[in-house]
């Protein structure tokens, strides 16, 4: 193993040159999982709404059925917050620069030229949101008094064994969502430490700047307060004092969550013209009729799509969830009481957004792999099965830990499969062949694509020629570009050489023992 001296930064120590490794992992990681587009048609949108703020592109595109709904203006806008535009904007700035000063060497198509802006802007976007979560999942673990060696291998469990690798690579807004709720609880369990003001006002700004992503992103603010309160119950010796602390930490962390809350009325007031309403400016989403209601479905039909339907379970789509909470279940009373109440308030906002979006239509997000809305508590809570199985693991049986590593192993294949076909095959099989369990399905239409059956299978009829295709970059410029598809593709592999000679670095850098520190 080898040996090194441990140095501080950002107030915990590490091996020399492990945050630099880990974000050019993330980079790699990036890179490789790039579909050569956002993905999803949520994220164009917002990457459309981006771009009105600085050039004179519409709010609203024409893409799909979707027109947006009218502002006080007349004129379309989105049915989004500012929040995800924020981050993609800059991305996308950076994209057209590149391009413009590539352009001047090598004159460019217009549909090639915004072809490859949409690839950088993805990669620019989510190599920036990927790696201020993955830094804030580690500060917070190691804030929560777990050694470096969990605290990296957590991180790690995160970026490959959760749902999250399937947010890399597609530019929805969750990983930006989970980044803002990370960082918001690490500057609490900082502020637990040394009560300084300034460490709960950025703990009302990562919250704050969560409800300009999602309004719904309260509930993760809601959740942090439990773990606050909980966590100053638990150390104190009467409740007075309990109350006595949180109500300091209000005086730091309520005016800046205010300022944010009234920045994001400001914006719903500048496009729609009034303070209380919705960015749908009063209409039903796109796709609705008068009729049918966005929370017009069934509460119990929701809950199960959310826990136990195959096609959408939070269990089956990130069994890392399973391990967190037998780990919890089993150790509770042994664990540090600031990771139960972490634990705690992470249940407490999955049950709010559990039942928040039991009844909305559709309840688990349209076109989405999993159930989408409920990712940031169900990624928190994943955090934690690592790092609790380092750490109480010896005390479990032999089987035990077979079957947790078993578990995880099985996480990071899963996850991989997600990124390795187009979102939506398996959603437009249930509904042209009645398909249920999609992930085994998934493995059915990899073995397809890759021995070369999926253009004539009947699985496949009807969808496009993308989707019969690897969804990685290279693959995807083989049916238009294949002189440049094997410059991508050689490009590709070293890229994957170079992420899995990183990440082969990590954990055995983790694994030393005297890396605990």
């Keep these: ?53 600085w050039t004179s592109a519409p709010e609203v595109s024409a893409y799909g059925s979707f027109g947006g709904s009218p502002g006080k203006d007349g004129i379309p806008r989105t049915p989004y917050g500012m929040g995800h535009g924020l981050i993609l904007m800059p991305a996308d700035m950076a994209a057209a620069v590149m391009l413009g000063a590539a352009g001047r060497l090598a004159p460019l198509s217009d549909h090639v030229a915004e072809g490859a ?38 991180v790690l469990s995160l970026l490959l064994a959760t749902t999250f690798l399937h947010y890399v690579q597609n530019c929805q807004e969750n990983n930006l969502m989970l980044a803002c709720a990370l ?14 003001p300034r460490d709960a006002a950025l703990a009302g700004a990562a919250f704050g700047y969560a ?48 300022a944010f809350v009234f920045l ?64 919890l279940a ?33 309840p688990t997000g349209a076109t989405a792999w999993g159930d989408r809305y409920t990712q ?32 995880i192993a099985w996480s990071v294949v899963q996850q991989i499969a997600s990124v390795l076909l187009m979102l939506g095959v398996e959603e437009k099989q249930l509904h042209n062949i009645g398909v249920q369990w999609a992930i085994p399905q998934r493995f059915v239409n990899l073995w397809l694509v890759v021995w070369g059956q999926a253009d004539t299978s009947p699985l496949f009829s009807g969808l496009p020629p993308e989707w019969r295709r690897i969804s990685l970059l290279p693959f995807q410029l083989e049916l238009r570009y294949p002189d440049v598809a094997r410059w991508a593709l050689a490009a590709w592999c070293l890229a994957l050489v170079a992420a899995l000679t990183l990440l082969a670095r990590l954990p055995r850098q983790s694994l030393n023992r005297q890396s605990d520190g």
Excluded at 25 to 53: E, P
Excluded at 183 to 196: K, Q, V, Y
Excluded at 277 to 304: E, K, V
């Design 376 to 407: 940031t508590p169900v990624h928190l809570l994943c955090l934690l099965g690592a790092p609790l199985l380092w750490t109480a693991g010896s005390n479990l049986s032999t089987r035990a830990r077979a079957a947790a590593l078993a578990l």
């Design 1 to 53: 193993m080898d040996s090194w001296q441990p140095g501080s930064r950002f107030g915990v120590t590490a091996p020399p040159g492990f945050y630099s490794r880990l974000v050019g992992f993330i980079l790699l990681l990036t890179a490789l999982v790039n579909a050569g587009n956002v993905v999803s048609i949520d994220a164009k949108r917002r990457l459309q709404q981006s771009r009105s703020w």
């Design 211 to 258: 409800l300009l992503i999602r309004p719904t992103t309260l509930a993760d603010t809601g959740g942090a307060m439990v773990f606050l309160f909980l966590s100053l119950r638990w150390t104190s010796a009467r409740t007075g004092d309990a109350v006595r602390r949180l109500l300091g930490f209000a005086r730091s962390f309520l005016p800046v969550l205010a």
């Design 183 to 196: 960082a918001g609880a690490h500057f609490i369990a900082l502020w637990l430490r040394n009560e300084r």
């Design 117 to 154: 802006r949409e690839v950088l802007a993805a990669f620019f976007s989510q190599a920036f949101i990927c790696s201020v979560a993955a830094l804030f999942a580690y500060l917070f673990l190691r804030r929560m008094g777990f050694p470096h060696a969990p605290a990296a291998l957590g």
């Design 264 to 327: 994001e009325r400001l914006y719903q007031h500048a496009r729609f013209g009034d303070w209380l309403g919705t960015y749908h400016g009063g209409l039903p989403l796109p796709g609705f009729s008068a009729g049918r209601r966005m929370f017009g479905g069934n509460f119990w039909h929701g809950i199960g799509a959310a826990l136990w339907f195959p096609d959408s379970s939070i269990f089956l789509f990130d069994p890392l969830l399973v391990l967190s909470l037998v780990m």
């Design 330 to 362: 089993a150790f509770w009373k042994k664990i540090d009481v600031q990771v139960r109440a972490f634990a705690a308030g992470a249940l407490a906002t999955l049950a709010v957004y559990l039942c928040f979006y039991a009844k909305f239509t559709p």
